[in-house]
T-cell receptor
Framework: QQQVKQSPQSLIVQKGGISIINCAYE??????FPWYQQFPGKGPALLIA???DVSEKKEGRFTISFNKSAKQFSLHIMDSQPGDSATYFC????????????WGAGTKLIIKP | DAGVIQSPRHEVTEMGQEVTLRCKPI?????LFWYRQTMMRGLELLIY????????DSGMPEDRFSAKMPNASFSTLKIQPSEPRDSAVYFC????????????FGQGTRLTVV
């Protein structure tokens, strides 16, 4: 009930391509789904987040797609750039209990120039 | 704001020694988290404080781990005695509960126990 499964574990994409990372959750009570980006030697930083009342949220080149019935959500990075190379974490939790975020295992993304 | 400040950035210690990690959250934030990150287990929540009070410490692995938050601007995570399996990157994060859920992370302390 409390797992968030993230895939793939690692991903290599050519510059200009689309990077796609997927996550699946189990607890239907979750109502907050953030993606965090982590560069080497740094802490994770919030990239984009979505609530289940919308199916998609876009911020620049980053888009979250959310499928409530399938209990899945994904991060799409359009026109991927070498500067996007980082580890990406999805998470799921309750909006009013932020400490209960359940984290995915992370995806190491490498964008080849 | 300087963000969440952790010290030290790196710590190498011998097995059996006491280790103390320090964190200064963002001013005005009322929630603080300690996380541990390893390749094998990913990001694990160790303990959560709200208004300086420990709310959930179920993630603290053993009695060797303890955390305190004596005031709103300082927290410590102590490991005594340390063991090689404690080697990891420890992150502190803070947020203001009630103003959204974004957690702001520090740069982490890389702990190596030899």
């Amino acid at each position: 009930q409390q797992q968030v499964k993230q895939s793939p574990q690692s991903l290599i994409v050519q510059k200009g391509g689309i990077s796609i990372i997927n996550c699946a959750y189990e607890n239907t009570a979750f109502d907050y789904f953030p993606w965090y980006q982590q560069f080497p030697g740094k802490g994770p930083a919030l990239l984009i987040a979505i609530r289940p009342d919308v199916s998609e949220k876009k911020e620049g080149r980053f888009t979250i797609s959310f499928n409530k019935s399938a209990k899945q959500f994904s991060l799409h990075i359009m026109d991927s750039q070498p500067g996007d190379s980082a580890t990406y974490f999805c998470a799921a939790g309750l909006m009013d209990s932020n400490y209960q975020l359940i984290w995915g295992a992370g995806t190491k993304l490498i964008i080849k120039p | 704001d300087a963000g969440v400040i952790q010290s030290p950035r790196h710590e190498v210690t011998e097995m059996g020694q006491e280790v103390t990690l320090r964190c200064k959250p963002i001013s005005g934030h009322n929630s603080l988290f300690w996380y541990r990150q390893t390749m094998m287990r990913g990001l694990e929540l160790l303990i959560y404080f709200n208004n300086n009070v420990p709310i959930d410490d179920s993630g603290m692995p053993e009695d060797r781990f303890s955390a305190k938050m004596p005031n709103a601007s300082f927290s410590t995570l102590k490991i005594q005695p340390s063991e090689p399996r404690d080697s990891a990157v420890y992150f502190c994060a803070s947020t203001f509960r009630g103003r959204g859920t974004e957690a702001f992370f520090g740069q982490g302390t890389r702990l190596t126990v030899v």
